[in-house]
């Protein structure tokens, strides 16, 4: 029997035809009637076959494509995926790329490539099951009440839940001075629209998250880049800068950083901190994914030592949890409390109640603590893994490993734009160094995550990287054998 | 037996404590143990008896509050509330106005007033199983993809589903210029984001959403405001306007105008959209609530005959269905999409994908047409009795009749803040008028919206607004008697 004959439709169904077709590929593929790396039926064929448009069967394939079931290539058609690429991870690098600058928009995505861009974790390793059932908790326990309004701060129960939680982080806040937002990038966003006005100055590390200087840059901030050393950014530098500009804001990953995955060290913090009172400044300090400590000493945010009140502290749930949660705090200076009201009120008025509602009680049923736990396991495996297999491929690729995180900046003597490229067509990808820049200048770092990688395919994904780095060495010195 | 020895707790529970307190007291409400307007054990009483902390017990006092079990008098303690005022509705006027002016911010907010000020519907008419079926059947087909992040535009199908819905209100377009927003808030943030540059104009009625002038503020824009009359906009000032300051941008609600209710006439609908292309600028349309119409011929959005793509069309869902889904959608102009992807992104990066997932099976499910048409009846009825209310206090209180939505807008011979003022006392709310105006000048108008009053209420609430009248009259006039 002809593979459309398999293919099931009730078009009586209020079932759109093409989710219905949708569920019946799945079913093939979950089943295995369908195998890996066959390709299905050519869209104009299996339209005509069943009788539908065309875009119905475009659309049937799109929406597999999405949920990670199959790959397409240009020009050869759409595929079922193997267990190896069963990942459905969207690269935020790669949108901010294509938003930000033509230097990425023309690099093709490959669904199948081995991701080391993506920070976003492996969907698979969200606990759906117990977040579902707290879910049901809630709308049974709140009703439509769980879709009201909240406060403008949120929740009362989550920030009472999340002022328990970074307690840990020796974070010892009031409740009214924490304020939910939908993740880390509508934090920045929104301590922009509270402090920044057009022409003001902010200090941001150089490397840095590309979001947030984008966020700046929309509130028309000038934007003054002081390099991240050994230990945290540089605090001389630092200093001309706060003399010259008296910025608004100073923004800074203490732990893990991204990109360098650098952490703060003692010094560094109350040196900052000691700096942001001098010139009287704030300091946002994003507390990136300080869970995923992997070794050395346990250390804390610049906010627990801050007994002046300079720090913006946010958190976001995205890179342990899921992106999807869009689920984030603050924890302000009493200062700003209204300040911040105002401008998240102003952004989306509240984050999802349903959400937030959700969350609390996972917290507080203590499923929380334990996909934490469940999580550092599973990324501590990836980093290990990860570490051997970057040392096999020193010195032509450097690296410092940081003590935890989901990522590692790694160096050549190769622009890492062109090295990128190669990289992208031998079936893998990284970050180039050059975004992470304000003016996009020429790098030879690039950031290699391992958030999204299956363990088993870390070290092909290196070795793809070491070939390409050869290859563009070999280009370079006019050498063309061996490796092209 | 005394209240506090029915309350069974279980130190042992992953439950918080104060959870379990409101679980317990939740029950005796809804099983009539506690009866209406009873007095709940003081503070300091019942956590003592109950050995624990007050902390805990003001916390589970608050959360029954927070879910309109319960309601408090400042200085006598806190109350089982009656049927007659089961409402949990958050006032998003209040909100603005605590958040923008002084003026409001002194007011205290009192949870068993009528409320004729919130515009959000009440919790009860939620959905809540439908929904609820939705979300878990998503969960069980997508599992950790409907946590993942969506495409920058949206999830693909809602985007579809979208496209299909506005072909009722004869829109055409591309379900590539449909961008998913977290509700209309966050849509006049991402336009402004997108087009508004510091110092660039943008045209707003007069009277208009105060929202929508702080989005437009945050983004230090100059706001001409031009008068809306019958019909729409005043386009003769428009036009001055429009040559005068080659506004980037103009802002109008063309169906039941917030705070109006007046509706653009077919004439104003094509002078607005010739007037745009003569001068060269975008029309941001709030397609707000027209599914709520009651009378009259049926009408459509200049987005409906905009051949020369001018228009920014924005749907929110808030209104007519429940704020806490965050979800509303733009459909742009192909010239701008690229800005709105790039700003939304700054914004948030992506909406709630599981929000997103679930509303777009809850339409091709086929039960968000049967929750309009249920809502619709529900609130043709309030209308009704509005306006029957109304009828019976004129001339004291004027206005024009709209041919539906969830409010009427109100005028005396009082300045409105006065009077406002006044009703509050008397345990009803409305938002005086000068809120709507960028400069807060005096105003003798009054929006009074029935979307969270329950029917049987209407009338007395609208009594309470006659007596506050004639109160505030006497007096100004010198006479006390009889009214004071």
Redesign the interface.
């Known amino acids: 029997m002809a593979f459309h004959e398999f293919i099931q439709l009730d078009k009586n169904s ?3 035809m ?2 219905q077709i949708y ?1 019946e590929i799945k079913k093939f593929i979950e089943n295995g009637s369908l195998k890996p790396h066959e390709k299905l039926p050519a869209i104009r064929n299996l339209g005509s076959k069943l009788s539908v448009n065309n875009v119905t069967i475009v ?1 049937a394939y ?2 597999l494509e ?3 079931l199959v790959y397409s290539k240009v020009g050869s058609g759409t595929f079922v995926k193997g267990d190896d690429n069963l990942s ?3 690269d ?1 690098e790669n ?2 790329k294509s ?2 600058g033509p230097k990425e928009g023309t690099v093709h995505e490959n669904k199948s490539e081995i991701n080391f861009a993506t920070l ?1 974790p ?5 606990p ?1 099951q117990e ?2 059932e707290a ?2 908790e809630v ?1 049974d ?12 701060k949120g929740y ?2 989550l920030r ?1 839940s999340l002022r328990d939680y970074i307690i840990n982080r020796k974070v010892n806040t009031d409740i009214e001075d924490i304020h939910i937002i ?2 880390a ?2 934090g920045i ?1 929104i301590v922009s ?1 509270a402090l920044i ?3 003001d100055t902010i200090v941001v590390e150089s490397p840095t998250y590309t ?1 947030a200087l ?2 700046f840059r ?1 509130r ?1 901030a000038n934007i003054i880049e002081v390099p991240i050393i050994s230990g945290g950014m540089d605090l001389e530098l630092l200093e001309e800068a706060l003399k010259k500009y008296s910025p608004k804001l100073i923004y800074v990953m203490t732990s893990f950083q991204n990109p360098t995955g650098i952490s703060y060290s003692d010094e560094k913090k109350q040196g900052l901190l000691f700096l942001a009172k001098k010139y009287n400044t704030y300091i946002l300090e994003d507390d990136y994914l300080p869970e995923l400590k992997f070794s050395g000493k346990e250390t804390y945010p610049v906010k627990a030592i801050d007994t002046e009140d300079r720090v913006i502290y946010l958190k976001s749930f995205s890179k342990i949890f ?5 689920l984030g705090f603050l924890a302000v200076p009493k200062s700003l409390t ?1 300040n911040i ?3 998240k ?11 937030q509602r959700t969350f609390d009680l996972y917290i ?3 499923k929380w603590q334990g996909h934490i736990e469940r999580m550092s396991k599973i990324y501590k495996n990836k980093y290990d893994i990860t570490i051997k297999a970057l040392r096999e491929v020193t010195p032509f690729i450097e690296f410092d490993n940081p003590e935890g995180g989901i990522h590692i900046y790694c160096k050549s003597d190769m622009d890492s734009l062109m090295l990128g490229s190669i990289i992208k067509q031998r079936g893998a990808s990284v970050v180039p160094g050059r975004v992470f820049y304000l003016d996009n200048r020429e790098d030879t770092h690039f950031r290699l995550s391992f958030a999204a990688v299956e363990d088993d395919k870390i070290e092909e994904g290196i070795k793809i990287i070491r070939n390409a780095y050869m290859d563009l060495k070999n280009l370079n010195s006019g050498n063309l054998f061996p490796y092209l």
Chains 1, 2 share one sequence.
Do not use: W
């Not at 899921?322 to 869009?326: L, T, W």
């Open positions: 209020p079932e759109a093409y989710i569920n659309n799109k929406m999405q949920n990670g459905n991870v969207e935020k949108i901010k938003l930000t976003t492996d969907p698979v390793y969200f759906v977040f579902k879910m049901n709308l326990r709140d009703g439509g009440y769980a879709f009201a309004y909240q406060e403008a009362y129960p009472e939908s993740g990038q509508q966003d629209k006005n057009f022409n979001g984008a966020a929309s028309g899921m992106p999807g949660i869009r209204s009201m105002s401008a009120h102003t952004s989306d008025i509240s984050t999802s109640s349903l959400m507080r049923k203590k």
